[in-house]
């Protein structure tokens, strides 16, 4: 079992840049995908990035692709999402997800381990 906490949400301007931080607990955190999410007021949770184990695979929804850049560092046990030319449309409580593998790969889906969120507001 792992626990996620995040950290470096925040209140920033249109066209501003953040830097997500979720930490995990544990000694197996090479292990698991990890992903992160988003939901918005009034809106379903939905995808936003994830990365492989080893961090060699990728993925972006589309709305982000360009924008943010996921990356880990499995001596941390720690995954950041670099958000940059945020828009108000980004503003949502982003959640930190883990699913543990075995194989190299990513997913946006079935996510077996859940932070509690951070909130991230963007101003017009």
């Known amino acids: 079992q792992v626990q996620l906490v995040e950290s470096g949400g925040g209140l920033v301007q249109a066209g501003g840049s953040l830097r997500l931080s979720c930490a995990a607990s544990?000694?197996?955190?090479?292990?698991?995908?990890m992903g992160w999410f988003r939901q918005a007021p009034g809106k379903e949770r939905v995808f936003v990035s994830a990365?492989?184990?080893?961090?060699?695979?990728?993925r972006y929804a589309d709305s982000v692709k360009g924008r943010f850049t996921i990356s880990r560092d499995n001596a941390k046990n720690t995954v950041y999402l670099q958000m940059n030319s945020l828009k108000p449309e980004d503003t949502a409580v982003y959640y930190c997800?883990?699913?543990?593998?075995?194989?190299?790969?990513?997913?946006?889906?079935?996510?077996?381990?859940w932070g509690q969120g951070t909130q991230v507001t963007v101003s017009s």
């Open positions: 997800a883990a699913r543990p593998t075995v194989v190299e790969v990513t997913t946006t889906t079935d996510y077996d381990y």
């Open positions: 990365i492989s184990r080893s961090g060699t695979i990728t």
């Open positions: 544990g000694r197996t955190f090479s292990s698991y995908i």
